[in-house]
């Protein structure tokens, strides 16, 4: 059988972004990542921080292939390189994805109503500078559909946590410019308290889990923005 193989962030310098792979039938995505590592040793060196998809939903290493599969390689969120999509934005009841510039005026006012007390708004900026070296600006790539999903997942969990209202979840992908938005998140509710703990909790798991890579350009070269590991919910036992 042949599944397709996508790859992002740092592991695009050591796999195609995009390749086909024939296996034997009832192969896992254990075996499928033994042979890719078998190929590529370096591989090894993200075992336990990064996370594997099958079809856009995590999967684990015993996790069942079939024909036309799409398996993609997850390295920690954070760290990737831009590269443009066609099917931007994409957009879910909660969440959007999309190249252009965010506007968070028109985001708040998706989610405001006359039961509201309190709108919080999370507004995720390009700073000038990281550690001490000058930034010019950000790309951000990303694994598209499933960043949607992952987003709408926490939009529905948080509406489910917290007593708020509604909330919206906006992120970009390519380049971003000094001062300008690379995320933002609206929660509306009652009451100020939970919508700034359903705002902080939004943000932080927005970080950890939805598939999307930052590089970002200095005056004096460029890096990958270091990602923290997957939760342990959502990474293979290698």
């Known amino acids: 059988m042949k599944v397709r193989i996508l790859s992002f962030g740092r592991l695009r310098h050591l796999l195609a972004a995009e390749c086909s792979m024939e296996l034997p039938a009832a192969s896992t995505v254990g075996s499928l990542w033994q042979q890719l590592k078998s190929a590529h040793s370096e591989l090894a060196a993200y075992e336990g921080s990064m996370a594997i998809a099958v079809n856009q939903h995590f999967a684990g290493l015993a996790t069942e292939l079939h024909e036309g599969d799409e ?15 066609a099917q931007l934005p994409l957009r879910s009841t909660h969440a959007v994805l999309q190249r252009e510039p965010l506007d968070a005026v028109l985001l708040a006012s998706y989610c405001r109503a006359g039961e509201d007390g309190a709108t919080v708004l999370f507004d995720g900026m390009v700073r000038n500078n990281t550690r001490g070296r000058q930034t010019l600006y950000l790309e951000y790539d990303s694994y598209p559909a499933m960043a949607v999903a992952e987003m709408e997942r926490l939009a529905v969990e948080a509406l489910g946590n917290f007593a708020i209202r509604d909330l919206r979840l906006a992120h970009r992908v390519g380049r971003v410019e000094i001062g300008e938005s690379s995320v933002l998140i609206v929660v509306a ?3 100020r308290a939970a919508a700034f703990e359903a705002c902080r909790w939004l943000i932080d798991s927005l970080k950890k889990t939805v598939p999307v ?8 070269g460029a890096e990958w923005a270091d990602g923290d590991p997957f939760p342990p919910e959502v990474t293979p036992r290698f």
């Open 71 to 85: 398996v993609a390689l997850l390295p920690p969120v954070s760290g990737g390189s831009a590269q443009p999509d």
């Open 189 to 191: 509710s009652a009451h």
């Open 213 to 220: 890579w930052k590089r970002e350009f200095f005056a004096d």
